[in-house]
């Protein structure tokens, strides 16, 4: 096995020039013949010389409504949870579904399928040991163990990425089944 090193110049889709940073792996004896087998790994990105983090891992893009929906949960309180889904064909996360502010957590978790992977993002209202109300914004990576394999990897490796979009995220779980998001891990981890 051999590791190279090196950068390609390319024009990105809004013309501006890009060069890729990469590091390539070769698997095969004779590493001079790129035909047998490689993998390539984009690490950043120079655009128009800025430095870019490239996400080269699943590509997924983020619709806008995304982020609007999620400032208006953030900002105006307009929803009380966000369910996203990753539309494959699209290649890109999409809002699923939203709750009204006066749907209980009983509902949201109702809109989680059971073996399909989802991302979420629900407000949390709680008092504080000194009786003050307070409120933490989760976001919710459900992927439950029935679900296809594909499904999970692609999620896993978008979440980061789609995390980034929506800014004021304060708290993060990972989900298999409903236990490890249940009303007192909420509690829990809100304080």
């Known amino acids: 096995m051999s590791c190279l090193l090196g950068s390609c110049a390319r024009y990105g889709p809004k013309g501006e020039r890009v060069r890729c940073l990469f590091r390539t792996i070769l698997s095969h004896p004779d590493s001079t013949n790129w035909s047998l087998g490689y993998f390539c790994e984009v690490k950043l990105c120079i655009v128009d010389g800025d ?5 080269a891992a699943s590509g997924m893009a983020v619709h806008d409504d995304c982020k609007l929906k999620f400032m208006e949960l953030k900002a105006k309180r307009t929803y009380r949870y966000i369910v996203y889904k990753i539309e494959e064909k699209q290649k890109q996360v999409i809002v699923e579904k939203v709750g009204e502010p006066a749907q209980s957590y009983e509902d949201f978790t109702a809109c989680l399928p059971a073996d399909e992977c989802r991302y979420a993002v629900y407000d949390f209202d709680f008092f504080t040991e000194e009786n003050v109300p307070k409120s933490r914004i989760f976001f919710i990576a459900w992927s439950p163990d029935t679900s296809r394999v ?9 979440k980061d990425r789609f995390k980034r979009e929506l800014d004021g995220i304060q708290v993060e779980l990972q989900a298999t089944d409903p236990t490890e998001m ?3 891990v909420f509690k829990s981890r809100a304080n």
């Open 51 to 55: 430095l870019k983090l490239a996400n």
């Open 182 to 184: 249940g009303l007192d």
């Open 150 to 158: 594909r499904s999970k990897m692609i999620y896993a490796s978008s």
